[in-house]
């Protein structure tokens, strides 16, 4: 074993080296951090110009020009919901145009103006913007050839006035004047808003916005003193009143409210009256809306599908199903007879596709209507059916009625191919195997009459969960076996 006083002596002798040689190791590095090349800071991004809120809460300016293609602006609304325009003024020779959207929405969402493909100003309405939230504008150069160049201005109205349903009020305009209402609608329980304006003298021209688009109807109430449409709930409404007549008048204006959502049990059938067509404050319809069992439940896993019947109506009816409260193309549109029938379509998870779908997180809306001048009664039913989770090797028995349909559903592992037996029918069946994003086979062997249907599918690369679909055609109820091996 080494002596403690040469170990001493050792590590003495050490640091007696490295002391000596620091001076010499940090002029190393200086000089290599001279060297080395140095991080830029061109690559960063330049932070986007921020137009301020004055002390009104109502006006926004911001004179710039613009050399590049296009610019971003932001700006943070104050705490009053307000009707926004934005003005641009073109000062050069280029094509300009602007788009604004909520800030986490980027390009996708918002309102935008480009009416004129020269140097002419664009000024638009940016729409209903919320309170305390952050916009980013996009000027655009749309040119080629020509820098872009002007001076943007923003304005909000003032606050408007909140309109309280079936409550008329007597308002006094001035010539040329322009007056703002509010609408919030409360809830779901009405399919319709119905704005009506009466005047003596004037002609006054309403512009609706909303939150979710720059403009959603005009309507001259010179010509026809209401102006209907669906609300969605959830975003706020701003009416802008033009006095045209250049004098001034007093006006009644009034909230109004058609179209009672009524509330449908899944199993119970409801009976209904659809009002004649033509009268605006009586709209040909009727209005229904109900849950599917997952969200009574609060069990999503669970799969349905559904079947709606619509029957003993006396004129030519239709009904349409959506989640998106009356506003947007609907999910299914159900009609089949185009004259007096009835008229029954089916749905999957509140769908058309047979796909693999989510089932429904929100309610379904039903809107039963014609086309008629006269009113007409009928009866709605919309029945609720489990999807069976099948289990290779198990055979499982099921009913089916004349011209119906029955659901399944299988999930496969990899690689392995599966036959698919329909048997011990009593009408004419057939069957569709149904995969995420296509029908994996259509199985109709036999045309007429009862007889078994088997066919296959081969083996897959990873684990796939597939819909079946058994359909009657020969209008006689019965019942049958199906099994997957």
């Known amino acids: 074993m080494m002596p403690a006083k040469k170990i001493l002596a050792g590590s003495g002798l050490f640091s007696q080296v490295v002391f000596r040689q620091i001076p010499v190791l940090l002029a190393s590095v200086i000089i290599l951090s001279a060297c080395a090349p140095q991080e830029s800071e061109d690559n960063s991004e330049p932070p986007i110009p921020e137009v301020k809120l004055d002390t009104s809460h109502n006006v926004f300016v911001e004179s710039s020009i613009w050399g590049t293609s296009s610019t971003t602006l932001r700006f943070r609304t104050g705490n009053v919901r307000g009707l926004y325009y934005i003005y641009l003024n073109n000062s050069s020779a280029a094509d300009m145009g602007w788009g604004i959207a909520p800030e986490n929405e980027g390009v996708a969402g918002g309102a935008g103006c480009n009416n004129f493909s020269d140097t002419s100003d664009e000024n638009c309405t940016a729409g209903v913007l919320e309170p305390n939230q952050s916009y980013l504008i996009y000027v655009n150069n749309h040119s080629s050839f020509y820098d872009a160049g002007g001076t943007l201005l923003i304005t909000m109205t003032a606050e408007a006035t909140l309109l309280t349903p079936d409550t008329p009020t007597s308002v006094a305009i001035e010539a040329g004047g322009r007056h703002y209402y509010q609408v919030i609608p409360e809830n779901d329980s009405w399919a319709l808003h119905i704005i009506t304006v009466t005047s003596t003298q004037s ?110 109506a006396g004129t030519d ?60 009664p009928f009866e709605i039913l919309v029945e609720e059916f489990p999807v069976p989770v099948l289990t290779s090797g198990v055979t499982v028995s099921s009913s089916i009625e004349a011209g119906g349909f029955r659901y399944f559903k299988f999930t496969s592992t990899e690689f392995v191919a599966h036959q698919f037996n329909l048997t011990n029918t009593q009408s004419n069946l057939s069957f569709e195997v149904i995969g995420q994003y296509k029908t994996e086979v259509s199985c109709d062997n036999v045309t007429s009459g009862a007889g078994d249907e088997i066919c296959s599918i081969g083996d897959h690369y990873g684990s796939a969960t597939y819909k079946i679909k058994v359909q009657e055609h020969d209008g006689v109820a019965g019942t049958f076996d199906f099994t997957v091996w």
């Open 203 to 312: 002609a006054i021209t309403g512009d609706l916005y909303s939150t979710n688009e720059n403009r959603d109807k005009s309507h001259d109430f010179s010509i026809s003193e209401h102006l209907s449409m669906t609300m969605l709930i959830g975003h706020d409404y701003i009416l802008e009143l033009g006095e045209m007549s250049s004098q001034a008048d007093t006006y009644e204006i009034t909230l109004g409210r058609a179209g009672e959502v009524l509330p449908l049990s899944v199993g119970v059938p409801i009976s209904g009256t659809i009002a004649p067509y033509g009268d605006p404050l009586a709209p040909a319809a009727t209005y229904f809306k109900y849950d599917s069992r997952p969200l009574l439940t609060f069990t999503p896993g669970e799969e349905y599908y559904y079947k709606i019947s619509l029957t003993g």
């Open 317 to 376: 009816v239709k009904w349409r199903a959506g989640e998106e409260f009356f506003v947007s193309n609907p999910i299914l549109w159900c009609d089949n007879i185009a004259d007096v029938g009835d008229e029954i379509c089916w749905m999957v998870n509140g769908k058309t596709d047979y796909s693999i779908t989510p089932p429904p997180t929100r309610p379904m809306y039903l809107e039963v209507y014609h086309y008629d001048t006269v009113s007409t």
